[in-house]
């Protein structure tokens, strides 16, 4: 059963004058003073901690640029929301609700009214336990020092509050978005880990001659938000774009990806250096499970250097938003909301033929390996892994809404399509989706996607039902519709 958490406080009547209406063509008619204030706590990790971005944990022995959790606070005068965006690769539920409980009691804000996600850089090092599915009872010692941090910068973003106004706008930017899965004629690039041909290959070799076609979309849009002071202090810009992270960095080095570089240029960009409270930028990762900037297409490029193409990129998203951002429209005051709901979903249960497979796979000799699949001997443990696992889980989803702007948060890596779905089916005139929000349940391919199979469907990396992704989009856009037609209320928990 779905249990709504609902903060309601929107006034319907003013939403329609504000409709019709420009440049803060509703301040007479407003309910409150928009205020914002925006911070940054550092979270970077000791040295020596395991960097889980690729197959193979590596320890930390470098840090090459320092990783965050930035946060902006909003008021409209009767709500409050945070929203965080943290520099890792997936940070799970237990983390962010350690992260929500210590902010409340530090700021008041309902835990409901809370967005935190991850960035999905690669090049951090883990905030997880063992498992995406089975929760952790004992934080490790950096899990909980993350929580502690992500409070803090909610708590420090609040201390900085002042009357604000917002504005948001989107730009396209499709050259540094493929989609990654491909439909291949060559059976021997579609062999999976459970002794099984697949129809999508994740990854091809580029420009192979048995590429066929993509597997599904891309979204070239990126979408933001810019918070300024009344008198046009850039407070806070935050974005959003549907690729999946850039790498290239140093093995071993803790980077924030081309999120680091965004926030960093994007402050450049719009003359915010060297001003206190210092401005704060932010790349939030949309819908991007199967999408990264490789062009499948092309015979490898030339060499970049090691960040020189997450820089590249970077500058590229920057300066598309900077270019959108002098056109946007400012109001000096919007309704806010926040509603969330905890959806059960099934999880996915190995089958006595993938058990029989991998019993043969763990007993075989090890000089046969050759003749079998590269990753069989990882998924044989993770689906040993999975033994433990509860039958079904209960995840959390989250929409908040900014004047006309909504915005949804899934805790899977989701993929584009669901995305677009959303954008499209929405009640708001723009809306966006931040993954990895709020938990980190592995990936979320369509049912569709499912029956085409690759790497994203397989069970280790993907782990709940087929059809997770349909009930997502049903109830993320219910919530929608309550935020849309929320009338004013007390608040809830
Ligand atoms: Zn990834």
Not at 16 to 22: A, E, G, I, P, R
Not at 444 to 468: C, I, M, S
């Amino acid at each position: 059963m779905l249990k709504y958490c609902l903060k309601l406080n929107a006034f319907i009547l003013l939403l329609t004058l504000f409709c019709l209406t420009t440049t803060a063509g509703f301040a007479s008619d407003k309910k409150g003073v928009l205020k914002a204030g925006a911070a940054t706590s550092n979270i970077t990790p000791p040295l020596g901690q395991l960097i889980v971005g690729g197959w193979k944990p590596i320890p930390a022995t470098q840090v090459h640029d320092e990783l965050h959790a930035r946060s902006i606070v909003l008021d409209d005068g009767q709500t409050r929301l945070a929203i965080v965006l943290c520099d890792n690769v997936g940070i799970p539920e237990s983390v962010f609700d350690l992260a929500k409980e210590q902010a409340h009691k530090a700021t008041g804000i309902p835990k409901s009214h809370m967005l935190l996600a991850s960035t999905h850089t690669h090049s951090a090092t883990t905030a997880r336990g063992p498992s995406k599915v089975i929760r952790e009872t004992e934080l490790t010692e950096y899990q909980k020092f993350l929580a502690n941090r992500i409070a803090d910068s909610i708590q420090r973003a609040l201390f900085q509050l002042e009357p604000a106004r917002i504005g948001w706008g989107k730009v396209d930017e499709p050259s540094e978005v493929h989609n990654r899965r491909w439909f291949v004629n060559d059976t021997s690039l579609l062999t999976n880990p459970f002794g099984g041909i697949d129809r999508v290959r994740m990854n091809p070799p580029r420009a192979h001659k048995a590429l066929d076609r993509p597997a599904g979309p891309t979204d070239p849009e990126i979408s933001f938000i810019s918070i300024q002071s009344l008198d046009q202090r850039p407070i806070a810009l935050l974005a959003n774009y549907s690729l999946h992270y850039v790498g290239g960095v140093r093995s071993g080095e803790i980077s924030a990806d081309y999120f680091g570089y965004f926030a960093r240029i994007i402050t450049r960009k719009l003359n915010a250096e060297n001003q206190y409270p210092p401005f704060v930028g932010i790349l939030s990762n949309g819908t991007s499970g199967d999408v990264n900037n490789i062009n499948f297409t092309e015979k490898n490029g030339r060499r970049y250097k090691q960040y020189e193409k997450m820089q590249e990129v970077a500058e590229k998203v920057a300066s598309r938003v900077q270019e959108a951002h002098q056109k946007i429209t400012f109001h000096d005051w919007v309704p806010l909301g926040a509603a969330t709901a905890s959806l059960p979903l099934k999880l996915r249960k190995p089958t006595p033929e993938m058990l029989e497979h991998f019993a043969k796979v763990t007993s075989a000799p090890k000089d046969k390996s050759q003749t079998r699949h590269s990753r069989e001997e990882i998924y044989a443990e993770r689906i040993a892994g999975l033994k433990d696992a509860p039958d079904e889980i209960q995840i959390p989803l989250q929409a908040i809404r900014i004047g006309d702007l909504g915005i949804t948060a899934i805790p899977f890596e989701t993929f584009t399509e669901t995305g677009l779905e959303l954008k499209d089916r929405s009640p708001f005139a723009e809306t966006f989706t931040i993954e990895l929000a709020n938990g980190s349940f592995g990936y979320l391919p369509t049912p569709e996607q499912h029956r085409w199979g690759g790497y994203e469907t397989w069970l280790g990396t993907n782990f709940v039902e087929k059809d997770a992704s349909t009930k997502i989009v049903t109830t993320l856009l219910d919530l929608f519709q309550s935020l849309k037609n929320e009338q004013p209320s007390t608040q809830t928990k």
